[in-house]
């Protein structure tokens, strides 16, 4: 059995629109018996919402949490320290934020980028934090007005956070260093009894470097950073071209 991790963004969608030849090969794939995960930094909610139908299990919070149906398979929740901390640094430099949990999601920060979250996020209003410590969450977004203000931000929050931008959108992920992508995919296929040597990650921004090397082989996208790239075992076509279909097909796995 072989395990493929897919990132959202830029990887496997667009939005939330899949290709069809990714989705066509992606239940080959799983037709073959082999398993799909996705792997984003996208919260449990949204990814379940838009991306269920396609992918046997899913990775959140860039790495912070895993599971398969019922089955936590890794989770790795910021403490009440971590989370006061950042939102902290965040309103210092006006930024907006919202929090992730496994279920639930918050807001804090400038109410000016709520019109811009909700509508992304796609899980209604937002409830606002009232009391950072009391939360439950894994990990977090941005939101800024350009890319001198994401810069103050990434500042901010200093060496213990990764800032992966979302292309033009004035918004980000964070990954918070202690646990990433990678330590999921190794967390997941040893959960599973798969070798690492059986498994697959797919993406294009720098959130997806610690896959791509953890896994038995890397893929960039064609649109990917040139960073993640030069780490990859494979580089295939855009995600505009058949990308996805492209690689499975070049491994044999659909």
């Given amino acids: 059995m072989h395990i493929a991790f897919f990132d959202i963004d830029g990887t496997l969608?667009?939005?939330?629109?899949?290709?069809?030849?990714?989705?066509?090969?992606?239940?080959?794939?799983?037709?073959?018996?082999?398993?799909?995960?996705?792997?984003?930094?996208?919260?449990?909610?949204?990814?379940?919402?838009?991306?269920?139908?396609?992918?046997?299990?899913?990775?959140?919070?860039?790495?912070?949490?895993?599971?398969?149906?019922d089955r936590n398979l890794v989770d790795a929740q910021l403490t009440p320290e971590q989370v006061k901390t950042f939102t902290e640094a965040l309103d210092e430099v006006g930024a907006g934020?919202?929090?992730?949990?496994?279920?639930?999601?918050?807001?804090?920060g400038s109410e000016k980028y709520r019109e811009?979250?909700?509508?992304?996020?796609?899980?209604?209003?937002?409830?606002?934090?009232?009391d950072p410590a009391a939360?439950?969450?894994?990990?977090f977004d941005i939101y800024f007005d350009d890319v001198d203000h994401r810069l103050a931000a990434t500042r901010a929050l200093g060496d213990a956070c990764l800032v992966n931008p979302h292309g033009p959108h004035p918004s980000a992920d964070v990954t918070v260093i202690g646990a990433d992508k990678g330590d999921a995919v190794r967390g997941v296929a040893a959960a599973l009894g798969v070798a690492i040597e059986d498994t697959y990650a797919f993406g294009d921004g720098i959130n997806d470097l610690s896959m791509i090397v953890a896994a038995g082989?890397?893929?960039?996208?064609?649109?990917?950073?040139?960073?993640?790239?030069?780490?990859?075992?494979?580089?295939?076509?855009?995600?505009?071209?058949?990308?996805?279909a492209k690689a499975l097909a070049h491994y044999g796995l659909a």
């Fill in 135 to 139: 939360i439950h969450a894994y990990n």
């Fill in 97 to 108: 934020y919202a929090f992730f949990g496994e279920r639930d999601t918050w807001y804090g």
């Fill in 13 to 69: 969608a667009t939005g939330t629109n899949v290709p069809q030849s990714a989705a066509e090969a992606l239940k080959r794939m799983r037709a073959n018996g082999d398993l799909v995960f996705i792997c984003t930094g996208r919260a449990r909610a949204y990814v379940e919402t838009h991306f269920g139908d396609y992918a046997d299990g899913f990775v959140c919070s860039n790495g912070r949490i895993a599971f398969m149906g």
């Fill in 217 to 244: 082989h890397g893929i960039a996208m064609g649109n990917a950073m040139d960073e993640l790239k030069e780490a990859a075992e494979y580089v295939t076509a855009d995600i505009d071209d058949d990308g996805v």
């Fill in 116 to 130: 811009i979250a909700e509508p992304v996020l796609k899980l209604g209003h937002l409830p606002r934090i009232e």
